[in-house]
């Protein structure tokens, strides 16, 4: 039995207990197991070891241009996929992007276009007054096909986009002369790259 002394009731109750402090201390420090670490450290830790400065000016230009070759890889990537935040604004909005829909989806007499022109080149070339004469019996056959199908092509476009965008504010011979430009490239050399099939719906 303790023996309360006068004066000393409140010390008694309000003084801790070392051990009951101690295990609080354990308790502590085995639930968080190291001290909190600095938020510039942590960060360091997230993005990896930060490389140290360059020491002289060429190794400064050399870094820029990595990083500059690397950015444009990057949009080139963007704008080889058809996205609209890294395309030039002649090939930005979803009407742009259903012309080429259209022209992708067809086999276009225009896609030839650099073969037939490589003939004529070939012609002038060769003195055989033969093959220049089938040269340019070719060359007359394929205009009159590539102005048909570009005709067939424009009424296409037309159609497409009027039934998908009644109320665009684009011209329609300048969507049509869009399509009729992209027709006139190889289909795997067209940029933004197609992203229909040959023959798809639209």
């Known amino acids: 039995m303790k023996l309360r002394l006068p004066g000393r009731r409140h010390d008694a109750e309000t003084t801790p207990d ?22 510039s450290e942590a960060q360091g830790r997230r993005s990896g070891p930060v490389p140290p400065p360059p020491t002289n000016r060429k190794e ?5 241009r990595e990083q500059q070759a690397s950015g ?24 742009r992007r259903l012309v080429r829909d259209v022209v992708d989806t067809r086999r276009n007499i225009g896609s030839v276009f650099l073969f037939v022109a490589a003939l004529i080149m070939v012609s002038l070339v060769i003195p055989s007054p033969a093959f220049k004469n089938y040269a340019t019996i070719v060359w007359l056959v394929f205009f009159l096909a590539i102005i048909v199908d570009s005709f067939l092509l424009g ?10 965008f009644p109320e665009h504010d684009q011209r ?31």
């Open 72 to 95: 444009r890889g990057s949009q080139r990537e963007a704008m080889a996929r058809g996205d609209d935040s890294a395309l030039p604004a002649r090939d930005r909005g979803p009407v």
């Open 155 to 164: 009424r296409r476009i037309s159609k497409a986009v009027n039934a998908r």
């Open 60 to 64: 400064a230009y050399r870094r820029m």
């Open 172 to 202: 329609m011979r300048s969507l049509v002369w869009y399509g009729i430009s992209r027709s006139t490239m190889v289909r795997r050399w067209r940029f933004p790259k197609p992203a229909v099939a040959p023959n798809a719906e639209v």
């Open 18 to 39: 070392p051990a009951s402090d101690l295990t609080a201390q354990q308790a502590a420090t085995v639930g968080k197991g190291r001290p909190t670490p600095k938020r």
